[in-house]
């Protein structure tokens, strides 16, 4: 189960994903501290979307580092939409991560690999490179990992590999 919660006002929406215990709680950028308190508790992953943010022009961003530091996984995602986010790139939400979120390449590369399998059940299928996985793999055009963080508003995507096939190569589908 699922919950869009405390996107624009806190409205106990962190109390009812606890509660219900909630795979994960969608925006949270109005989660209080004792929210986070009981989503960490109940094991909710927090799924950020901070392109959302960005593109309504709001100033207030969902409190990642008092998650991660409440021992919550988070998740980040684009919540594509032509209404309030329009934008599907994964690579822009990363960098947001860090920029506006604050937090560290590793944490951004958990939250859109390992975590986000977690948040959607199919940890033991991707969200990691492990024998017996089935090798959905981003490769970046760049000198090293932290680079695709800090160099913004540029494709740095070089291959994609979907079950260990290749799908996209030098940014033309294949």
Do not use: W
Request: proline content about 4%; hydrophobic content about 45%; overall charge negative.
């Amino acid at each position: 189960m699922r919950i869009h919660a405390d996107e624009i006002a806190s409205i106990g929406g962190v109390d009812v994903a606890a509660e219900l215990e909630t795979t994960s709680a969608e925006h949270l950028m109005m989660a209080t501290d004792e929210g986070i308190a009981k989503m960490s508790q109940a094991g909710v992953i927090g799924n950020l979307l901070p392109a959302t943010t960005f593109s309504l022009m709001e100033d207030t961003y969902a409190p990642a580092r008092k998650m991660i530091d409440a021992g919550m996984a988070i998740t980040l995602s684009t919540d594509s939409n032509p209404g309030s986010c329009p934008t599907a790139n994964m690579q822009f939400v990363m960098q947001l991560g860090c920029f506006v979120l604050r937090l560290t390449p590793i944490e951004v590369f958990n939250a859109v690999t390992i975590n986000a399998a977690y948040s959607v059940n199919r940890q033991d299928r991707v969200g990691s490179l492990e024998v017996g996985k089935e090798a959905d793999i981003a490769i970046f055009d760049a000198p090293n990992s932290d680079y695709p963080l800090y160099f913004f508003a540029t494709n740095l995507i070089h291959q994609v590999y979907k079950k260990g096939r290749l799908v996209v190569d030098q940014g033309r589908i294949v």
